[in-house]
């Protein structure tokens, strides 16, 4: 059995004073057809295509054209990084991320957890896509079409036997769905100053700050393609899929239609770091490297890419475009204009859709969270499920969100500054747990590089940059 108090860098050592000690089996075999198992960095991206993607960086090409496209490459390379670290610890261990931050910190998971749910109590997402479906059909009431939708989410999510994969299935129609708005835009929409206008960004990128300001510039770096606590949750989408250890860990599946499963164990799993395992290792590791660049990655820069050129197509110098839903509704009228009727309708009918697998993304990972950190630390050996948490935890974040639309409330003021602070403050306390964690945790061999190290580094001092300039921001601007 792998010693787990000893310091010696080749064994695991993972902390047992506030979790028990894993269990010890061999890494699996990867498959021999991996592409069975690409998916988790394709649903991270699919959730993280919402408002940024639609609204924020499209609106910066409107003011600024496509001089600063090469910050959203930047952001989601760090984040990049980012992933692949809370990747590395679940596919040596089984663990989440959280339940690896709680061995060092026995509440750690819970800051986290409530952290998510601090950004994300507002349906944001849902209005947003009630609001599109308005544009639509050119009448209708976006709270209770808003309500419709979480209702619709809350089922879709509580009765899916796997709730993976309903959620891969729902990602994989609305990535299908961009990529067929992409590929009309660039023939019908996208013209030649606009590649004009791309090829200047390549050769003479800017920081507009003096137009944008620095904090929607910053925000819109560090938060492009995903953020906070989404990024926490590829440890749950990989476990899901069978990544490494994770293969050891039953799905988590709905209390109502899945398929009765042993529950998982609070303690995790490592392998013995001897040369069959390190080998299996390797291949895992590479696999998971090239899974995120090829789905996360390539995805998310490609949507940026071309929903910017789109609003630089149709809106570039409009001073009338505001950073908010109502720019959606402008750029659907512009390409009416341009292209014809049917294409502002398909835009808007393909916004609205991926708005909505947008929030189905965003209800499944706050919940998901929430249900494996409470499961692992607090009711480990409760008779209570995870799945039967997931599945209350789903219900009580769709219903707050009825009560809130009810009451007519706009959003209040104390969740918009708890939702602008918490993001950036999560990723600044991760960014070092996760550089802390897998630099001690886990055997020399599969322990974080030094060209990682550097990287996550720059990502703990830039995010805790962000995190103070947005709280000190908000608390100005709003007391």
């Known amino acids: 059995m792998a010693d787990t108090t000893s310091t010696d860098h080749d064994r695991f050592n993972l902390p047992t004073k506030n979790l028990p000690a894993p269990q010890v089996r061999d890494l699996p075999e990867p498959p021999t057809q991996t592409w069975r198992i690409v998916g988790p960095g394709m649903v991270g991206a699919g959730v993280g295509l919402a408002s940024g993607e639609f609204i924020l960086w499209p609106y910066i090409s409107s003011q600024v054209g496509l001089v600063f496209l090469w910050g959203a490459v930047v952001g989601v390379a760090i984040q990049w990084f980012l992933n692949m670290e809370i990747e590395r610890y679940t596919l040596a261990t089984g663990e989440t991320a959280l339940t690896g931050f709680n061995r060092y910190g ?26 599109m479906l308005t544009y639509l059909f050119g009448a209708g009431d976006p709270r209770w079409i ?37 590929v009309l835009a660039l023939i019908f929409a996208i013209r030649g100053k606009t590649y004009s206008a791309l090829g200047d960004a390549v050769t003479h990128p800017e920081f507009p700050v003096s ?23 590829q440890s749950n989408w990989i476990r899901d899929k069978g990544f490494g250890m994770g293969v050891h860990v039953p799905r988590l599946t709905s209390p109502v239609t899945g398929e ?35 789905t996360f990655v390539l995805i998310t820069v490609l949507t940026i890419l071309f929903t910017s050129m789109l609003a630089h197509a149709t809106l570039f110098g409009d001073d009338t475009v505001k ?11 512009n390409l009416q204009s ?43 050996t409760s008779t209570i499920t995870e799945s039967k948490l997931y599945f209350w935890l789903v219900w009580g974040l769709v219903a707050f969100g009825i009560i809130v639309l009810l009451a007519g409330l706009s959003q209040p003021l104390v969740l918009l500054t708890i939702s ?12 070092g747990l996760l550089w802390w964690m897998n630099s001690r945790a886990l055997p020399r061999a599969i322990r974080i590089s030094r060209l990682r190290t550097a990287v996550m580094l720059f990502a703990f001092l830039a995010f805790g940059f962000l995190a103070v300039f947005t709280v000190i921001d908000q608390l100005r601007k709003n007391f």
């Open 211 to 233: 137009t944008l300001g620095f904090a929607l510039m910053m925000g819109a770096i560090a938060y492009a393609g995903a953020g906070g606590g989404q990024n926490l949750c």
């Open 338 to 380: 341009l292209v014809g009727g049917w294409f502002g309708y398909l835009f808007w009918a393909i916004g609205a859709f991926s708005l909505f697998a947008a929030a189905a993304g965003i209800v499944d990972y706050t919940s998901r969270l929430a249900s494996d950190m409470i499961k692992a630390r607090y009711l480990r």
């Open 420 to 431: 602008a602070c918490t993001a950036g403050t999560m990723m600044f306390v991760y960014s």
């Open 106 to 131: 026995k509440h750690w998971g819970l800051f986290f957890a409530i952290m998510t749910y601090f950004a994300n109590l507002w349906p944001g997402w849902a209005t947003s896509s009630a609001s």
């Open 146 to 182: 808003a309500i419709g939708i979480l209702v619709v989410i809350g089922l879709i999510l509580t009765l899916a036997p796997v709730v993976y994969v309903m959620l891969e299935r729902l990602i994989f129609v609305k990535i299908a769905a961009v990529a067929l708005l992409v």
């Open 323 to 333: 950073n908010n839903i109502g720019f959606l509704k402008i750029e659907g009228v």
């Open 260 to 294: 009765k499963e042993a529950d998982p164990q609070a303690n995790g799993f490592t392998f013995p770091p001897d040369a069959a395992n390190l080998a299996r290792w390797r291949r895992w590791w590479k696999f998971a490297n090239l899974e995120q660049a090829l």
